[in-house]
């Protein structure tokens, strides 16, 4: 009888989230990180988002740093463990008024990762992630398709892309001229291996026109050069 619900359940279709928005605060991490290694080494790290009660919706609120090397199991068992038992402890003593508003009801959604020895500018629209980003990723939406609330079905994973970097790095004394995220998402296909593209349309920044977003990517460009 378990069995049969185990089959059941891996077996119901795919519900992908409509739109996906992704922060500045999780975008300034993600280019720091990649930026700091110059693409010479692989960057992993896991991607914190809410949902809409519907599942229409995802929004990628942060991210969480892990590695700059192929990831070994015990460093992303242990890189999900502390991220999860964080959220646990930001909802019950919210450290400040901005990290509540943020991250209150956030969980993990996914993964983000940019290749070693990226493709170069201008020329990395068809780039996949790498395998290990795919497979430790694969691995997290099914654990968490498992789980009573089914969290595993709008995962996704993130892939730097050097092109929009490169260009966010130019536009940024004007951030609401920037309208594309800095990576592209990926979700996953029919195969339930996340090398599925996400529409461009799909993908939005969060409002950039603000000048709190302007003072975050005017901090980090400069970090950046």
Known sequence: RRRRESRTKASHPL?????ITVSITAQTKIALHAAKHAFSDPIHGIVLGKTAD???SLNVVDVVPVCHEVPTKPIVDVALRLTDAYLQLQQQHPTGKERRASLEGARIV??????????SVGDDEGELPNPSACRIVASMAECGANNEDGNGENFVLLLVSTSRLAECVKEVDDASSITTPICKVFEKDKSRAFTQKVDDGRVLNDDVSDVTAGE???EG???IL
């Open 15 to 19: 519900t992908m989230a409509k739109a």
């Open 54 to 56: 519907d599942g229409g």
């Open 110 to 119: 996914g993964w983000y990762t940019a290749n070693a020895n990226a493709s």
């Open 216 to 218: 975050k990517l005017s």
């Open 221 to 223: 460009k400069q970090r």
